[in-house]
Each structure stands twice: as C-alpha cells, then as structure tokens.
C-alpha cells in the first residue's frame, strides 16, 4: 500500500489537533504537499539544514519536527541562513517537513506530560486549560515529598543534565511541582495559583528568579525540556505505519545553547 503525506499527517493530529496550538504559531505541513508519497520518515526536534542532509542520506521522503522551520512569513528564501537554505535543499529533495509545536504541548500526553512522568508525578492535570481539556503545562504530585536539594538532584538525574539553574532554595519539603516544557515564564503566575511549591521550564529571564517565599524555579533548559516528544512522535509513527522506514535522527545535537 502506498502512503502519502496526508496520511502520516491524520495520525499526528489524531494526538497533536492542529486546531489547538497556540494563535502565534505555524505547527502543521510547511514545505510539500499531502498528497506526496512517503515512505520513510526522520524525527528531530529542529528542522535544520544538517537535518535536511541526514534525511537526503538515509532516503527519507518526509521530516518531522516539534520546533517548526517557518515561524512566520520567509521574505527571501536564500541559503545564506539556515532557514532558507533548509526550506532549499528540503524542495530539491523532494523532502515534506511538518511540525507538531504547541499542538503537541497542549495535549497532556505530549511535552510537558513527558516531563511530569519523568519525575514520577501522580494526579498530573492540565496547568492552564483552555476549557477543551487540553492547555499549557501540567501539575502533578511527587510520589513524596522532597527537599529542594533532593528535588535538585532528582530533576537533573532524570533530564541528564548537567546543571541547572533555580531561584533560592525554600525550606520544608517540596510535594507539589507545575512545569511546561520550552519557553514557560508566562505560567509562572499559573504554577502559584496551582498550590505548586516547583515551577520546572525552560528560557525563565533573570527577574522572574525573585520568587515568593515557599516557591521556587527551575530553569532545565529549552531543548532539554522538550527533547523526549521526539522520541513520542517517532513511536506514534512507527507504530501505525509498521512498514515504513522510521528513524530519528542519530547524528544532530541541535540545542543552540552549549555548556562549559
């Protein structure tokens, strides 16, 4: 049988609807068509050029991504910046790129879902609904409660990270954590009014690290917060199209961010 884009596409919004990401947003189909072929498709969080480039090697017909390659409207598509020169080589290969971004946050099963099972959470909901459901982030209890020292070294053995940033400490035990993967500063005031004692996010700027007593911020890290709905959307696929040739990515480290 053969598969097109349109049908790898149903089975992505049957997890992330394209009807709930966020107004800003340009999650969906960006360069092809539905009705291309496709065969086999590579996973990866960026659609970058060196993305484009592994999927020309290993025969993909299709990428998909979380961030999205287009953002807003191209007036040039030139290669001399990544964007372009990745929308260039992917319509010379005959590449189809589709991204699930906040369509894959505001399910609880997507990113920040993925997050909360790290931890271990338990009664996980929704951290801001939309009234659908589905919304940004997710609260959840810890199995018990932890220090925040504990709570330190338990986020970064289950993220892999290597370190982390927090606002201060607070005394007593931590028993409650909010997070959304990415950037999350706006649910800041959403994760207090939740009871949280723990914000985990990503791209938290230097005011918002004043905090109120008996509250505290994590900031793990963008990519590293978002990392695992690659993993979620590659086995979505795999699962549903058992004759296809699925891969994720295996040499692209795309985190801009590098620590010394």
Known sequence: MEYKVKDVIKVIE?????????SWDNSGLCVGSQDAPVSSVL??????????????ACGADMIVTHHPLIFSGLKRISPDNPVGEAVIKAIRAGISIYAAHTSADKVIAGVSGAMAARLGLVNVTILDEDGEGTGLGVVGDLPAPLTASEVVELVKDKF????????????????????????GGSLIGAAMKSGAQ????????????????????????????EIEIVDILFSLIKKNFPTFAVRITQNIYSNPIFYF
């Open 43 to 56: 996973f990866g969080l960026d659609c970058t050029p060196e993305l484009v480039d592994e999927a020309v």
């Open 14 to 22: 049957s997890f992330a609807p394209l009807s709930i990401q966020e």
């Open 160 to 183: 892999s990270l290597k370190a982390l940033r927090a606002s201060r400490p607070i005394e007593g035990k931590i028993s409650r954590v909010a997070m959304c993967g990415g950037s």
């Open 198 to 225: 723990l914000y985990l996010s990503g791209d938290i700027t230097y005011h918002n690290f004043f905090t109120k007593e008996g509250f505290m911020i994590m900031d793990i890290g963008h990519y590293e917060s």
